[in-house]
């Protein structure tokens, strides 16, 4: 069907950046908006971005506006989060998500990633 494979995450101190990649793969795939949400210990995942098959429209978390940006290169099935001026409320686990109704709600999402660490320090 769908599988969705992360990379990028690692360690980092506060104020510095990182890219989150998302590589997609599966026949489902096409047309359908991809996302990432977070979860850090002991807190339910929540939203961070999403953005659409066009790429014309991308919503942020408040928490991330100003600091994150999502894109996404269809050619290579690829969704990307640039996370700049990172903080330490930023250490989670991040997750790609993606499906055809793909919102701000974790049961909006049809496939999930296996998820990559992103640790801030302080």
């Known amino acids: 069907q769908v599988q969705l494979v992360e990379s990028g995450g690692g360690l980092v101190q506060a104020g510095g950046s990182l890219r989150l990649s998302c590589a997609a793969s599966?026949?489902?795939?096409?047309?359908?908006?991809m996302g990432w949400f977070r979860q850090a210990p002991g807190k339910e995942r929540e939203f961070v971005a999403r953005?659409?098959?066009?790429?014309?429209?991308?919503e942020y978390a408040a928490s991330v506006t100003g600091r994150f940006t999502i894109s996404r290169d269809n050619a290579k099935n690829t969704v990307y989060l640039q996370m700049n001026n990172l903080k330490p409320e930023d250490t989670a686990v991040y997750y790609c998500?993606?499906?055809?109704?793909?919102?701000?709600?974790?049961?909006?999402?049809?496939?999930w990633g296996q998820g990559t660490q992103v640790t801030v320090s302080s």
């Open positions: 998500a993606t499906g055809a109704a793909l919102s701000t709600g974790v049961l909006s999402a049809d496939y």
């Open positions: 599966g026949r489902a795939f096409s047309g359908n908006t």
């Open positions: 953005i659409t098959w066009s790429g014309r429209t991308r």
